[in-house]
């Protein structure tokens, strides 16, 4: 967000204060390509500042919108849990949780018993060993590393933690990156440290019963 406010991007010139644009709601409605979309991909739409009369009109787009996929990651999980209480989740509306730590699993118990097609979680950054991970009700994993100047290195046991759990609960298994931290330890751009895991880029993605 500072990046783009100093490149003079009107959208941030409150830099990362939240801010809402309702002008911009109605894009996807004018893509023919069928997409995947990344809901508030550098915010949270579940911040307790955007009132629940605003995440509607979303959900209602997408509802409008079938031919593409949303997927929507919070680390608000309770607050998001408490919208969803009452409300149908489009079948187009992949739902996810940031478990990021130890301490984050059990932001999973708020998605486990959604009716949502696709829930996941994204373990990006991946900041320690998980652990065993109580993976019912999940039905994909995105695992990447964390990128920047204050970036902390991730560890390719844990990642391959996951890949295992993932694999013995027949869940879809996507890497995303090493980030700025390469599987050596060496500190690099994230570009030069790319995405191979173990040799191959692993990058599966849930299949739904349409497709």
Not at 5 to 28: C, V
Not at 58 to 64: A, E, G, L, P, T
Request: glycine fraction near 6%; proline fraction near 5%; charged fraction near 25%.
């Amino acid at each position: 967000a500072n990046r783009l406010q100093g490149m003079n991007n009107p959208k941030y010139n409150r830099g990362f204060k939240l801010t809402l644009h309702p002008n911009d709601l109605l894009e996807p409605t004018k893509w023919r390509k069928p997409s995947m979309i990344f809901v508030c991909s550098m915010s949270d739409l579940f911040h307790k500042d955007v009132p629940f009369e605003f995440i509607d009109r979303i959900f209602d787009v997408i509802r409008n919108t079938p031919q593409h996929r949303y997927q929507i990651l919070t680390k608000r999980a309770e607050r998001m849990n408490l919208y969803f209480n009452g409300r149908t989740i489009p079948s187009n509306a992949w739902i996810g949780v940031t478990v990021e730590n130890v301490q984050t699993k059990c932001r999973m118990d708020y998605i486990r018993n959604l009716d949502a097609k696709v829930k996941f979680i994204s373990c990006e950054p991946l900041l320690e060993d998980l652990g065993e991970i109580n993976l019912s009700g999940i039905n994909w994993i995105i695992v990447g590393g964390e990128s920047g100047v204050q970036a902390r290195p991730m560890k390719e046991e844990w990642v391959l933690n996951i890949k295992r759990q993932a694999e013995t609960n027949h869940i879809p298994f996507f890497f995303k990156q090493w980030g700025t931290w390469g599987d050596d330890g060496i500190r690099r751009s994230k570009k030069a440290n790319g995405k191979l895991l173990k040799g191959k880029i692993i990058q599966e993605i849930p299949m739904q019963n349409n497709e």
